[in-house]
């Protein structure tokens, strides 16, 4: 009898080991899995910072009407760093084509005026644009 005792104890030894041995192995599994996660996570963090910190601020006028009918004018400006030009550029040239477009019609640029070449200062840009309609 305690032969058969000392069998169902080892047996039942050898079957918590097997649960705890599978239970760590999870445990580590899952881990592993959530490192990379966790790194990946951290690096995007970290490029998504550094580009915010490149990118700078940019803002736009409202857009105006121009002597001429049918004419209209918008100003845009960013900083941060030597490409704020082209952003300012992109601001004002996008808010020009989303003025028209809102009235069922396309934009036609006239003259764009553009300040400001040093590094670290703002940079303007200044688009008198027209309405056509569309083709």
Known sequence: MSNQG???LAEACKT????EAER???VAGAERKRAPRLTRMRAAVAVALACASLVGCASSTDVVASGKAGSYTVAASATGGRMAWARAHELAMNE???YCDRRGMQSSVNRETVSGVSAMTAHASSVSFECHPRF
């Open 6 to 8: 000392s069998d169902s």
């Open 24 to 26: 760590v192995a999870k």
């Open 96 to 98: 020009a084509r989303d």
């Open 16 to 19: 918590v080991r097997e649960c």
